[in-house]
């Protein structure tokens, strides 16, 4: 600023001869000095003009960012001072649930199972020339489910008959042998008694006739292994190359099909195929769960439980405890159990993951301990003018009493007739002097 006004006094300093009288000095200072000042003014303000213009656009890229950030502290430093100001409080989520799951003892995970189910396949290897059944298809015990290719058994018991007919023509020609031998040894045997046969002859006709015996005997044991074998040949066939339904059941599974080659010691796909089909009574279900060793002494046999299947939620299912396997698994720390679903329908398949709600009383085993009712923390509940009242929280973290209808309350938990909707949130433990609309914090756990 100091060097800026010293330009400016030089420029308007007037210029004098110093050989001129004072008169004619004034009247020339009169004159010049304007003209100096004409002269040097226009150079001198515009470089004054482009300093002061880049002090303000300086200024102003300073004051730009300053001001920016201490807008920004600003907001956050209120936001903060409203953050801590609001009350912290816990979060219950209103819950839809059965009656079993809301009153349960324990719970158990596990996968139903079918007390009858089998994988039907061939003791030997054969290769599937029909199929019969399709999955889904309800089967009786006795039911063809396919047929194995057996040509050469075919081709082997008609093999097998010819020679029956053939040992059984050979019986017929014994048997007419032995006839005649037994009339050539009577004759003799009066020839000889009268002493007009030598005894050699009856003793050749006495050989001949045990032979053609021999002959007969040995023809009908021959008859008897000819239909031995036929009647092999016939079960082989029968019971090898038809498969049956062992029970009555459900075609759940379809392994094989028509071409493809069964082995019942087939251990890849590349080596065929163990079994063609595979068939569960699900008609007679169990769910098998495993129960922590610590919770054992709350279930007994015949404890009532209800059923959740995780591909049917809309459904609950009636159990009971059938049994308790008698070995521990140490690696787990847990015991097998066996669950027998009640109620099932053509809706359960094994091997469905599922989940057993152990009840502490048969009552809640019901059909009615399927019907789903709203519950809400028993802690959120509190009293006021006579009624139950909970603080409902808002989408904008605000809070508002809400009144409700209570059904009952029992194991922390409390059924709501009224005033609330599934996964509705409200305050836990709610402090005093909370009122309508005040903004709150969740506490983190």
């Known amino acids: 600023m100091a060097s800026n006004l010293r330009e400016e006094l030089a420029s308007l300093r007037i210029e004098r001869t110093r050989t001129a009288r004072p008169e004619v000095d004034r009247d020339r200072a009169a004159f010049v000095a304007p003209v100096a000042i004409e002269r040097r003014a226009p150079g001198t303000a515009y470089r004054r003009r482009r300093g002061i213009g880049l002090r303000i656009l ?35 989520v209103v819950q839809q649930m059965t009656l079993g799951e809301a009153e349960k003892l324990l719970s158990a995970k596990g996968y139903l199972k079918s007390r009858h189910q089998a994988m039907i396949g061939t003791r030997i290897a054969g290769r599937v020339e029909e199929m019969r059944v399709q999955e889904r298809a309800r089967v009786k015990k006795g039911e063809i489910l396919a047929v194995i290719e057996h040509h050469d058994m075919d081709a082997m018991l008609l093999q097998r008959q010819a020679s029956l007919k053939r040992v059984e023509a050979e019986l017929e020609e014994a048997k007419v042998d032995l006839w005649d031998k037994e009339r050539q040894e009577q004759r003799l045997a009066r020839l000889l008694e009268r002493n007009m046969s030598p005894p050699e002859d009856y003793d050749k006709a006495l050989a001949a006739r045990k032979s053609a015996a021999a002959r007969i005997a040995a023809t009908e044991a021959s008859i008897e292994v000819t239909r031995s074998n036929i009647e092999e040949i016939e079960a082989t066939i029968h019971h090898q190359m038809y498969l049956y339904a062992p029970f009555d059941g459900t075609v759940v599974e379809k392994q094989g099909e028509v071409g493809e080659i069964i082995s019942p010691m087939a251990m890849s796909s590349s080596l065929g195929r163990s079994a063609v089909v595979t068939i569960a009574d699900l008609a007679n279900m169990d769910v098998e769960a495993d129960v922590p060793e610590e919770q054992m002494h709350r279930v007994a046999v015949g404890q009532p439980a209800e059923i959740s299947v995780t591909a049917v939620p809309s459904k609950r299912y009636r159990g009971r405890l059938r049994q308790i396997t008698p070995m ?108 309508d609309g005040d903004a709150v914090r969740e506490s983190v756990r």
């Open 58 to 92: 300086s200024m102003l890229l300073w004051l730009i960012p300053l001001g920016v950030a201490g807008t920004a502290g600003v907001v956050g430093y209120r936001q903060y001072e409203q953050a801590r100001s609001r009350p912290e409080v816990t979060i219950g």
């Open 328 to 435: 521990g698994d140490r690696t787990r720390a847990t015991v097998k159990v066996k669950v027998e679903v009640l109620d099932p329908d053509d809706k359960l398949f094994p091997e469905l993951a599922a989940t057993v709600h152990f009840l502490p009383d048969a009552k809640l085993a019901e059909s009615a301990a399927g019907e789903s009712f709203l519950y809400v923390p028993g802690e959120a509940v509190f009293q006021e003018d006579g009624h139950d009242w909970v603080w409902l929280l808002g989408r904008d973290d605000r809070v508002a009493r809400r009144r409700i209808e209570v059904a009952n309350s029992n194991r922390g938990s409390t059924r709501v007739e009224s005033g609330l909707r599934a996964d509705d949130k409200v305050v836990v433990n709610p402090p005093r002097g909370l009122r």
